[in-house]
């Protein structure tokens, strides 16, 4: 029997979006088994109907509770399901996207989490990250941010960890370490969560063939450009 595998979207004033991406899920060709959109109190109607090849429903939250809280409550939620595939509201997946990550969490029983190719630009001409990167200094960024597309991974190879925009965690590991740490709010609780399930044993791995073109992403790129500019100076610092 196959695994049972929902995804997540976490949605806030996202709304002239997310159907894009419902429509994307329903052209995958493995149908996830739940979608669950979490809705942060935007307090607008949400276009469920997009999705057609399974259970869809939205968990409403009173206020914005986070990015990271909004995930917790539907992993806890799941209680049937054995994977949990996080998909930001403006990251839109090939129809293979799903396919990749659940054949690579099949082949690869070793690892318990698994990241995406995003791509973004006119035809994904440019990449949005590659996995998790985390340096001594205590910075990350996503791997290769902001290059042109022209020479992508062929095989998997293990990462520091995914990045949540669209990622694909074993939900009793991702229970197993407490989920997202909530203090994170939005922004780097992916890197947080990776760096407690690589201590606790567990690994990650990039998945080449599951590709989704983040539409957005310019408050994370900019964040990794930061990060960047943190790490090279501190680095600097360390030698003066």
């Known amino acids: 029997m196959a695994a049972r595998v929902s995804v997540i979207i976490v949605n806030w004033h996202a709304e002239d979006m997310i159907g894009e991406t419902l429509a994307a899920l329903d052209r995958q060709t493995r149908a996830p088994d739940r979608v669950v959109v979490v809705d942060n109190g935007s307090g607008k109607p949400l276009p469920l109907a997009r999705f057609t090849r399974g259970p869809a429903r939205v968990l ?3 206020r914005n509770i986070g990015f990271a809280a909004a995930n917790n409550v539907a992993a806890r939620e799941e209680t049937d399901a054995e994977w949990l595939a996080l998909l930001n509201p403006d990251a839109l997946p090939e129809p293979g996207w799903l396919a ?3 054949a690579a969490a099949a082949g690869h029983p070793e690892c318990q989490f698994f990241g995406s190719t995003q791509l973004t630009g006119q035809g994904g001409a440019v990449i949005d990250g590659l996995g998790d990167v985390y ?15 022209e020479r992508l991974p062929t095989t998997c ?5 995914p990045c949540a925009a669209a990622a694909l965690y074993r939900r009793d590991a991702y229970l197993d370490v407490g989920g997202f740490d909530e203090d994170f709010f939005c922004y780097f609780e992916d890197v947080d969560l990776g760096f407690r399930l690589r201590l606790r044993g567990y690994r990650a791995m990039h998945v080449p063939g599951a590709v989704v073109h983040h539409l957005v992403g310019g408050t994370t790129g900019a964040d990794a450009a930061i990060s960047r500019f943190i790490t090279d100076n501190a680095m600097w610092s360390g030698r003066s």
């Open 100 to 102: 990749a990550l659940m």
């Open 60 to 62: 409403t939250m009173s």
């Open 157 to 161: 190879r293990e990462i520091f960890a």
């Open 135 to 149: 340096h001594v200094c205590g910075a990350a960024w996503r791997d290769g941010h902001g290059k042109r597309n």
